[in-house]
């Protein structure tokens, strides 16, 4: 199996994941333009599943090795159940459906919650409890995650990311144009020695 060397650990990833919704979530007000509704609600919810499929597929079962019967661990899937149950309800309206920004919102309470106890209570028992695991926990998160999102329609995910937040997805495209460049001038340099 080829895992990655270099990852952050497993608990790093869940935070990072878990910060990443939780700022998509703060751009969304009740005044919002619908399209931006839709870009962040459409952001947040595949964020959000693919999230919990790694966590149920990897980190909860090796927290449940080391921690049997946890009670915080026991609710955590019928929790991420819910939320599924609550992304279907929103898929299947539009942003100018009257329920939509309290149905949204209905998810991010529970969102909120979930999440406050895994960085409450089952973030620190992993580490305690996983300690030398964490790195390899990570690297096959980090694995697992590309194949997700390449089963999710990454240029939806690419949009969807650039609409939710249009100025750091500027910034970092900027980022990219500037190593682009920086790679491409000395072959240029070279060219124009060579020429002289
Ligand atoms: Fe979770
Ligand atoms: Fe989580």
Not at 27 to 48: D, E
Not at 64 to 77: H, N
């Amino acid at each position: 199996m080829n895992i990655p060397i270099c990852s952050p650990s497993i608990t790093t990833m869940i935070r990072m994941d878990h910060t990443h919704v939780l700022a998509a979530f703060h751009r969304y007000h009740a005044g919002t333009p619908w399209w931006r509704k839709r870009a962040i609600v459409g952001l947040a919810c595949t964020a959000l599943e693919i999230h919990a499929q790694l966590e149920e597929e990897i980190f909860y079962p090796a927290l449940g090795i080391a921690l049997p019967g946890d009670e915080t661990l026991l609710k955590a899937r019928p929790e991420h159940d819910r939320m599924r149950a609550d992304i279907a309800k929103l898929r299947a309206m539009g942003p100018h459906d009257a329920a939509f920004d309290a149905r949204f919102m209905q998810l991010m309470r529970e969102v909120i919650h979930h999440v406050a106890d895994e960085e409450t209570v089952l973030l620190p028992t992993a580490e305690r409890a996983l300690g030398s695991q964490l790195g390899e926990l990570g690297a096959r998160m980090t694995k697992r995650r590309m194949q997700l999102v390449a089963q999710n329609r990454p240029a939806a995910i690419a949009a969807n990311t650039a609409g939710t937040f249009p100025l750091a997805t500027l910034a970092a495209m900027s980022l990219g144009a500037l190593a682009v460049a920086h790679c491409l001038r000395p072959s240029a340099a070279r060219r124009a020695r060579r020429r002289a």
